[in-house]
């Protein structure tokens, strides 16, 4: 049985979401202890109950400690299927994260699957599932995962209700080395319950800030009314993305420069990859056996997520530092 301390490192959900993935890829009981130790509120939430549930459902797992506020978990797998389902995770937790959960898993899967699943499509400390598709899916494309998500209604926190299908097909991982990729930013400023102009505003905001440094771009604007209210903007070009939301004392312009900055930052270091989408490439990289990148910054999830992947696979990771850029290779 592999042990696992859910402290380590940034000591989030992150950890239980790579560790039950790569723990069904693996066919490995895993122990996951120390759950969230350092958060306000330690322990599971609902979020992380259902993503558990979830990679438990396709594997057939046996899990001991699935319960609000627990701090260990035992997982046991048995064999990776296909599922065809619903999954509600009943809250506005974040339909990519539950969808992190099971990725690495799934493309170890013989079958197909097909899930629709309901939850947040655009809540704060999570990716988009407008970022999921644009930025993750694509790159992970290049390393032969086959998958599709498509945003069917908009969920923002805290009612949620947002509503998205993923399909993922059987595949075969390779190695790939990510490159700066040069193309034009492309983006979807989207705003629910709220007045016309407030996604018009997100949108012309952010597109003067990129006009302003040197990037075209091409920015669609939503306005439709979702059980939820809320407001965002996501853009992407390549191998990197941002995302900012509205919140109540924010206004759309502040919202749609904020998502301009962050993209433009990313795009003009000269890195591969954004720093958001390096942490999610590392399970990938390691059940591939190969491939590499160059990113902004070691940040926690990405140093937290290299060390949970090599608990589980023989795979070992190199980080190297130099002229302000981070490379990370398989070894």
């Given at each position: 049985?592999?042990?696992?301390?859910?402290?380590?490192?940034?000591?989030?959900?992150?950890?239980?979401?790579?560790?039950?993935?790569?723990?069904?890829?693996?066919?490995?009981?895993?122990?996951?202890?120390?759950?969230?130790?350092?958060?306000?509120?330690?322990?599971?939430?609902a979020q992380h109950l259902k993503s558990i549930e979830?990679?438990?459902?396709?594997?057939?797992?046996?899990?001991?400690?699935?319960?609000?506020?627990?701090?260990?978990?035992?997982?046991?797998?048995?064999?990776?299927?296909?599922?065809?389902?619903?999954?509600?995770?009943?809250?506005?937790?974040?339909?990519?994260?539950?969808?992190?959960?099971?990725?690495?898993?799934?493309?170890?899967?013989?079958?197909?699957?097909?899930?629709?699943?309901?939850?947040?499509?655009?809540?704060?400390?999570?990716?988009?599932?407008?970022?999921?598709?644009?930025?993750?899916?694509?790159?992970?494309?290049?390393?032969?995962?086959?998958?599709?998500?498509?945003?069917?209604?908009?969920?923002?926190?805290?009612?949620?209700?947002?509503?998205?299908?993923?399909?993922?097909?059987?595949?075969?991982?390779?190695?790939?080395?990510?490159?700066?990729?040069?193309?034009?930013?492309?983006?979807?400023?989207?705003?629910?319950?709220?007045?016309?102009?407030?996604?018009?505003?997100?949108?012309?905001?952010?597109?003067?800030?990129?006009?302003?440094?040197?990037?075209?771009?091409?920015?669609?604007?939503?306005?439709?009314?979702?059980?939820?209210?809320?407001?965002?903007?996501?853009?992407?070009?390549?191998?990197?993305?941002?995302?900012?939301?509205?919140?109540?004392?924010?206004?759309?312009?502040?919202?749609?420069?904020?998502?301009?900055?962050?993209?433009?930052?990313?795009?003009?270091?000269?890195?591969?990859?954004?720093?958001?989408?390096?942490?999610?490439?590392?399970?990938?990289?390691?059940?591939?056996?190969?491939?590499?990148?160059?990113?902004?910054?070691?940040?926690?999830?990405?140093?937290?997520?290299?060390?949970?992947?090599?608990?589980?696979?023989?795979?070992?990771?190199?980080?190297?530092?130099?002229?302000?850029?981070?490379?990370?290779?398989?070894?």
């Open positions: 049985m592999i042990k696992i301390d859910g402290s380590y490192g940034e000591g989030g959900g992150q950890i239980l979401r790579t560790a039950v993935s790569l723990s069904a890829v693996i066919g490995e009981k895993v122990s996951i202890r120390n759950i969230r130790k350092n958060r306000p509120n330690p322990g599971l939430k979830t990679a438990a459902l396709i594997c057939g797992a046996e899990v001991e400690g699935l319960q609000p506020g627990s701090t260990e978990i035992t997982f046991s797998p048995v064999e990776i299927r296909g599922l065809d389902a619903i999954i509600d995770i009943g809250t506005a937790g974040s339909i990519s994260l539950l969808a992190q959960c099971i990725m690495p898993a799934a493309s170890a899967s013989r079958e197909k699957f097909n899930l629709r699943i309901k939850g947040g499509t655009d809540v704060a400390w999570s990716p988009s599932t407008d970022y999921l598709k644009n930025v993750t899916l694509k790159a992970l494309s290049h390393m032969g995962y086959n998958a599709s998500l498509e945003t069917i209604d908009r969920g923002y926190y805290p009612k949620g209700g947002g509503l998205a299908r993923l399909t993922i097909e059987p595949a075969k991982l390779t190695g790939y080395d990510f490159f700066r990729k040069e193309c034009d930013i492309s983006g979807i400023s989207h705003a629910s319950n709220l007045p016309e102009n407030v996604a018009r505003k997100q949108a012309e905001s952010a597109e003067m800030v990129l006009k302003e440094k040197g990037f075209d771009c091409n920015i669609v604007q939503e306005n439709k009314k979702y059980l939820s209210t809320g407001s965002g903007i996501n853009l992407w070009s390549g191998f990197m993305g941002s995302t900012a939301l509205g919140k109540k004392g924010l206004t759309a312009e502040k919202v749609g420069t904020k998502a301009a900055n962050e993209i433009a930052a990313s795009m003009l270091s000269g890195a591969a990859v954004d720093c958001h989408l390096a942490d999610q490439l590392i399970p990938f990289m390691g059940l591939a056996g190969d491939g590499s990148f160059t990113t902004t910054e070691l940040t926690g999830h990405l140093e937290t997520n290299i060390w949970v992947t090599e608990q589980f696979l023989d795979e070992k990771f190199d980080i190297k530092k130099a002229d302000g850029l981070v490379t990370i290779c398989v070894r």
